[in-house]
């Protein structure tokens, strides 16, 4: 969208459009509405970015809930946008810490912005593209919240007058969800100095811990169970080495590396199978799980947890053992076929087996549904038949 057509939008010929859009949507479909909104003379730029604008607002309710109503986007910034818990989870973080003022360097739509200003911190946008700044700033608006964005190169901001430096830096296109720190812009140089001082960076889940510098906190975070990101807290804000927070409808749960047992037993897998959760995974916080659910790991490597005893924690999901099966592939079929499983969910770490294709070769035809966990153990690949534990059963 071109600048002056956002502006037309927020005009009041804009927004007359945009609340017939909105009233129209699933109603009428977009290309006869497309067209009467024209011939009522309304330019046809501003009708395609009304018509947008209101697509993107649906698509983006499972990001943003309630406020996804009311705020702008462009779709990509919508793709790069934090989601509303996981920018308010950063915020809540931030504030407890008791900085007032806050710069966010590449602020997009403001998913995080907004966030910030919500948890009372006194915040300033910087933003290169000039659509997405304007959009910022509306939606700083729109959400009752107050804040300043300006149009600039991030890069260079004097921060200095800020208790805050946030980050996010975006990836080059066409980098898919791996950590390069080369496609970031700004820089990953810039986010690293911004972490010598008083910087909090929003990154990948992929980065690896030996690119975390020296007394920065890494955090990595899940959200309704699926990672999405890590974020690192320069020294002043740094609790911990390395924390896994669990986001859920239920609250956050937060384990850390101070919560590592100084020993961490291996052995046999016991009755109880624990799946860690990513955010714990990549935190490198598993056997962490393994002492809050008195048991230990099944192999030093392995990122599964076994125990005697059933602890519901946020941590993990855990799997009742119900038998074990023969690991090769032929008696394995065999097995599920004299239990009558039809329909197998395969898990697996730690062995190279890719679960669609496996469970394509078994041709399983049986009534049953059945999950099995393929791992190793020890060293050595083994099976087995488990009961997935909801919260509800
Ligand atoms: C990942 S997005 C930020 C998303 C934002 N945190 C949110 O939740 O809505 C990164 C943003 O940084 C902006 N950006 C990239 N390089 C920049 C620079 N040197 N100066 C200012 N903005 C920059 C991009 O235009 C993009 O909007």
Redesign the pocket.
């Known amino acids: 969208m071109e600048p002056a057509t956002f502006d037309l939008l927020l005009g009041p010929e804009g927004q007359h459009v945009l609340r017939e859009a909105t009233e129209a949507y699933g109603r009428v479909d977009d290309l006869v509405l497309g067209t009467r909104l024209r011939a009522a003379g309304h330019p046809p730029d501003l009708v395609a970015a009304a018509i947008g604008q209101v697509a993107l607002r649906r698509r983006a309710a499972s990001k943003m809930g309630a406020d996804a109503a009311s705020m702008y986007f462009t779709p990509d910034?919508l793709e790069?946008?934090?989601r509303t818990p996981v920018?308010a989870h950063r915020a809540a973080r931030l504030q407890a810490l008791g900085p007032r003022t806050l710069v966010?360097?590449?602020?997009?739509?403001?998913?995080?912005?907004t966030a910030f200003a919500r948890a009372g911190l006194h915040v300033h946008g910087?933003?290169?593209?000039p659509v997405?700044a304007a959009m910022?700033r509306q939606n700083l608006a729109a959400l009752d919240l107050s804040g300043t964005v300006e149009v600039?190169?991030?890069?260079a901001v004097d921060t200095s007058a800020y208790d805050v430096a946030?980050v996010?830096?975006?990836?080059r296109s066409g980098r898919g969800r791996t950590f390069d720190p080369q496609a970031f812009?700004?820089p990953w140089p810039?986010v690293e100095a911004l972490l010598e001082q008083n910087g909090v960076a929003?990154v990948l889940p992929g980065l690896a811990h030996d690119l975390v510098p020296e007394g920065v906190e890494a955090e990595w975070v899940s959200e309704r169970g699926d990672l999405v990101e890590a974020c690192l807290w320069g020294r002043p804000f740094a609790g911990a080495s390395r924390r896994a927070s669990v986001l859920s409808a239920t609250g956050t749960a937060t384990l850390t590396d101070e919560d590592l047992p100084e020993d961490v037993p291996v052995g046999e897998p016991a009755e109880w199978w624990y799946e860690p959760d990513d955010a714990v995974v990549r935190a490198g916080l598993v056997a962490a799980v393994a002492s809050l659910t008195g048991g230990r790991l099944v192999d030093p490597h392995i990122a599964y947890v076994s125990s005697a005893t059933h602890v519901a924690t946020p941590f993990a999901r855990p799997f009742r053992v119900l038998d074990e099966l023969p690991y090769r592939e032929k008696q394995l079929r065999a097995a599920l076929r004299e239990r009558d499983v039809g329909t197998l969910t395969i898990k697996k770490r730690g062995v190279s087996v890719v679960p669609e294709v496996l469970v394509k070769r078994l041709r399983l035809t049986g009534s049953a549904t059945a999950t099995v966990i393929l791992t190793r153990v020890q060293g050595e690949g083994r099976a087995f038949l488990v009961d997935p534990v909801t919260a509800s059963s």
């Open positions: 910034a790069q946008a934090t920018a966010d360097l590449g602020c997009g739509i403001g998913a995080d912005l910087v933003e290169l593209d997405r910022a600039a190169d991030a890069t946030f996010d830096p975006a990836r812009t700004p810039f929003k």
